[in-house]
């Protein structure tokens, strides 16, 4: 029973060593597009039963602008950038130069801005991911969703159910320093990924 305790332990600050990594990638490209210094503000590494995932996000029924990302690859998953809707119109207005407080809904224009925002934190989070693990991890275009968070987590649950009852998540809170500016990175991996042989080499390390 110790041997499995101190296995998951190691697996957990595996784990946390290679999220923290990729997002500090993540929110460093976020940084350079948006012209402001996002911080991370936390990183939870745990397990939850998939069926309780709407609620990490604040209830199914919480409206949320999500960016969703898939990946694949060496391995495959899920990508979610969420926020609450007055949030995400402050990130728009910030990443279209334009006064707080200009954004109200989700047009075109904007739903493209978030859309490349989510694509450049997707990919630069997944290349740090592959160039720590030696292998090759590709992104899919993202979509922009406005919607309930279940209906949102929808797809990535009925794959991740397919698999296994619960699913190990990366949840990460950030924001600037000078606006209240605040969204949630959850990465969302299928259970190959832990797999990976050199995941499961750098247990011994």
């Known amino acids: 029973m110790a041997v499995n305790e101190v296995s998951m332990q190691e697996e ?37 039963p998939a069926k309780e995932m709407p609620y990490v ?27 609450q809707p007055e949030f995400a119109y402050k990130v728009l207005d910030m990443l279209m130069g ?11 224009m904007s739903q493209s801005a978030l859309g490349e925002m989510g694509n450049i934190t997707g990919t630069f989070f997944l290349n740090a991911v592959a160039d720590e693990l030696g292998v090759f991890l590709n992104p899919s275009p993202p979509i922009v969703l406005l919607d309930m968070a279940g209906a949102i ?9 397919a698999e296994r009852d619960d699913v190990f998540i990366a949840e ?20 190959s990924f832990m ?9 011994g390390k």
Not at 98 to 108: A, K, V
Not at 195 to 203: A, I, T, Y
């Open 12 to 48: 957990m600050l595996i784990w946390e060593d290679l999220m923290k990594k990729g997002m500090t990638n993540s929110i460093n490209g976020l940084s350079k597009m948006v012209g402001k210094e996002f911080q991370i503000n936390s990183i939870k590494i745990r397990k939850v």
């Open 57 to 83: 996000l604040g209830g199914p029924e919480h409206m949320v602008i999500g960016v969703y990302i898939t990946f694949s690859g060496a391995s495959h998953g899920h990508i979610l950038l969420a926020h």
């Open 98 to 108: 334009n006064p707080m407080g200009t954004t109200s809904s989700l047009d075109e």
């Open 153 to 161: 987590l929808d797809i990535a649950l009925a794959e991740i159910l």
């Open 172 to 191: 990460t809170s950030f924001g600037v320093t000078d606006r209240t500016v605040e969204g949630t990175f959850l990465i969302m991996p299928n259970a």
């Open 195 to 203: 797999q990976l042989p050199l995941v499961n080499s750098r247990g």
